[in-house]
């Protein structure tokens, strides 16, 4: 299991977008405050190599984005929910 930190929305979208060529989004939610501003997004992603699945869940609370892949999309979830009570 991997976990990398990025400080902005952006930072991100550019990691996600080297994955993309293996990877495939199976699940996109944002979530935005009254004024309509992004203030939370969670990003679920497969991808298929050397014939093993391993999942990215990108998860972003204001400012701050998280990145977790592992090979287990439930143990992925369960690290998430830890970071988020942070």
Avoid: C
Wanted: overall charge positive; hydrophobic content about 40%.
């Amino acid at each position: 299991m991997d976990y990398l930190t990025f400080h902005s929305r952006n930072e991100a979208k550019q990691y996600l977008q080297r994955l993309r060529p293996a990877s495939r989004v199976i699940y996109r939610q944002e979530k935005r405050d009254a004024n309509g501003q992004i203030v939370g997004e969670r990003i679920v992603a497969v991808r298929q190599e050397s014939g093993k699945k391993e999942f990215a869940l990108i998860r972003g609370v204001r400012l701050n984005y998280f990145l977790i892949e592992s090979p287990s999309l439930a143990a992925a979830i369960q690290v998430e929910e830890e970071v988020v009570e942070q």
